[in-house]
């Protein structure tokens, strides 16, 4: 029985088109600046953002971090919403290698509250951190792929202006906020100091992602990349499997939000499976499974009994996510097991 799996948009693997792109890779020594496939993804990257330069990097979490490094120094303060990538999901990471505290805010749906954000920026007294960057998440994995709006983004830079203070975006499914609102990576991005984007999800590059900023900014970044140990030789490879999925994976990302939501609406309809379907707005569906009784791993594991591979990642909380993988025929399968799987915990 072939096994669908809905765990991550990671588990996307290069096509034939990709791999034969990765093989013709034309390939330099990055460290010395020499990749031309990597300095050609870099140009076209600043070019989507509307920024001055951008910088291949290895992962997501790297991206993140580098940011972070180059915007503080040790004993900042770094803002964000609470479930937010960069607070749960990085090992620690701002202060292991950054040497800074992250101070978590509650959201809706991801979103912060531009008066209570202002409220939690440091005074500027000798007893406290000091503020220095607002960290954003969009799409926002936790709440299960939400959109940050815009006019939102908007008042948070205007109060990050008024404080002098940095904007970072984890954008690692910007991409999928993209294309389900119709507004520019350009568009999203001019509001931040700092942005990244991951390759390796939606887009269905095999590694990869980049960070994209001003030249100064860029220019710590470098540093900061190369003291983690990211620097890369001939990356090219890689750079061209992200210039392919970005031809020709982008704009496709539609049809994942659309699976997405027929897979919500319909397993909101069975008994014990609660959707929100306002936070089915691109690719990820959450579930929360606590009217059934049992625990979320349990269901998981009946799920997989039927094909279906889905992530218990909290003990009433059950994960999907639709990617480049997943056929509409995979769609109606999953369907089919979950109403299987409510009927026999029902």
Partial sequence: MEIIDLRSDTLTQPDEGMRQAMAAAE?????????????????????LTGKDAALFVCSGTMANQISINAHTQPGDEVICEERAHIFNYEAGAPAMLSGVQVRPLPGKYGVLDVTETEEAIRPSNHHFPQTRLIALENTHNRWGGTIYPLDEIKKMRKLAKKNDLKMHLDG?????????????????????????????????????????????????????????????????ILAAAALYAIEN?????????????VLAEAINEMPGFVVNLLTVQTNIVIIDTSLTGHP???????????????????????????HLHITDKDIDRTIEAFKKTSHSIN
């Fill in 249 to 261: 994976n982008f704009e496709r990302m539609a049809e994942d939000h659309r699976r997405a939501r």
């Fill in 27 to 47: 390939v330099g020594d990055d460290v010395f600046g020499e990749d031309p496939t990597v300095n050609l993804l870099q140009k076209k990257i600043a070019e």
């Fill in 296 to 322: 979320a791993p349990e269901i998981a594991d009946k799920l997989l009994e039927l094909g279906v591979r889905v992530l218990a990642f909290a003990q009433t909380r059950i994960r999907m996510v639709t």
């Fill in 172 to 236: 690692a499914r910007l991409w999928n906020a993209s294309v389900a609102t119709g507004i520019s990576l350009k568009e999203f991005a001019k509001h931040f100091d700092s942005v990244s984007l991951c390759f390796s999800k939606g887009l269905g590059a095999p590694i990869g992602s980049v960070v994209a900023g001003d030249e100064e900014f860029i220019d710590r970044a470098h540093y900061y990349r190369k003291a983690y140990g990211g620097g890369m030789r001939q990356a090219g």
